[in-house]
């Protein structure tokens, strides 16, 4: 079984200037957790997973909720709420230079990939062109299939 047997063929994936409001409406509108990044001509920039999201909020977080910092005094009284924009973007959080393989490597290196670089997503190209994306969901996937199949190969064995 090859990465092109398991991957998926469409990939979602998110630009460099997007900010880290517009990624996490891109991760929850297409049920995703993570996307290749690529510039304006589709090349690979690099890789953006909830785990960048939420590893940012933790650095960037004071310590102290919104609710409970100080605000000016004529804002408060005049009823005003001002939440800071954040215009973090993408390209300042993703890992750069995505793991990717060819889409012809064996479903057994791209799961051995996977284990020793602690990924949860591999970039599948064709020569130098995005092609596809395989996960840890796929891999799983990949598991039960060949499962599946495992019983009636050790039956027809055991019937010889």
Sequence with gaps: ????????????????????????????????????????????????????????????????????????????????????MDQTRVEQIMTPGAISLD??????KVAKVMIESHIHRVIITRGDRLAGIVTTMDMMRALITLAKKQPAARHRAHAR
């Design 1 to 84: 079984m090859l990465a092109k047997d398991i991957m998926r063929k469409k990939v979602v994936s998110v630009e460099s200037w997007l900010t880290l409001q517009e990624l996490s409406k891109v991760f929850e509108e297409k049920c995703i957790s993570g996307a290749p990044v690529v510039d304006e001509v589709g090349a690979i920039l690099g890789v953006v997973s909830q785990t960048d999201l939420v590893r940012t909020r933790r650095e960037a977080s004071v310590g102290v909720p919104a609710y409970h910092r100080d605000f000016e005094d004529t804002a408060r009284s005049a009823g005003l709420h001002f939440e800071e």
């Design 103 to 108: 889409e012809m490597t064996p479903v057994e």
